[in-house]
């Protein structure tokens, strides 16, 4: 099986913009979950989709969304960015709701500029 | 409330064996994973404990105490490929979600 993509894999934008990333759960995956991960905070819940309903959000403001298709692709939205989402972005499957075993795209690596 | 402690770099030389310690305070604790993460690269999942043991994968084991909010995992005959960020992630049955924290940097030495 294909494991997790996510794409773009490098993206640069400016202060102010707005970003949509997307993941492609591994086959079969019901559930996708969202990261941010930074050097100094670790590794930061975004949100949880399961079957096209958001089952958890992490403590981020509003402008990150997301939101999951019903092939369970999953798409994540920042919108204007600040210098502080300069981070990479983890998109996690997992094949139902239980989150012990999850699968780790390669992630997508933001700069704010 | 929630909380997760695990050291913050552990270093250890080739063919050595190293234990990296995690502590939590969960709500609604489920179990508790451990995933491992090179430098620029996805974590991956190692394993996972509900219940109370050592549970044993190759070279790698896993410790869960749920009485002490605590557990560890082992690595024996360490390598250089083991380099690497180690986290713990406790799962949550209240919110149905792992929690992470910096994770452990792990160097070994030749």
């Known amino acids: 099986k294909a494991g997790v993509t996510q794409t773009p894999r490098y993206l640069i934008k400016t202060r102010g913009q707005q970003v949509t990333l997307s993941c492609s759960p591994i086959?079969?995956?019901?559930?996708v979950s969202w990261y941010q991960q930074t050097p100094g905070q670790g590794l930061q819940f975004l949100f949880e989709y399961f079957s096209e309903t958001q089952r958890n959000k992490g403590n981020f403001p509003g402008r990150f969304s997301g939101r999951q298709f019903s092939n369970s692709r999953s798409e994540m939205n920042v919108s204007t960015l600040e210098l502080g989402d300069s981070a990479l972005y983890l998109c996690?499957?997992?094949?139902?709701?239980?989150?012990?075993?999850?699968?780790f795209g390669p992630g997508t690596r933001l700069t704010v500029l | 409330g929630q909380s997760l402690e695990q050291p913050s770099e552990v270093t250890a030389v080739e063919g050595a064996i190293v234990q990296i310690n995690c502590t939590y305070q969960t709500s609604g604790f489920y179990g508790l994973s451990w995933y491992q993460q090179h430098d620029g690269g996805a974590p991956t999942f190692l394993s996972y404990?509900?219940?109370?043991g050592l549970e044993e994968t190759g070279r790698f084991s896993s410790f869960l105490s749920r009485s002490d909010s605590y557990g560890y995992l082992l690595l024996q005959e360490l390598q250089m490929k083991d380099s690497a960020s180690y986290f713990c992630?406790?799962?949550?049955?209240?919110?149905?979600?792992?929690?992470f924290g910096q994770g452990t940097t792990l160097q070994v030495k030749p």
């Open positions: 992630a406790p799962l949550s049955g209240n919110t149905g979600k792992l929690i």
């Open positions: 996690a499957s997992s094949l139902d709701k239980s989150a012990d075993t999850q699968y």
């Open positions: 086959s079969g995956h019901r559930s």
């Open positions: 404990n509900a219940l109370d």
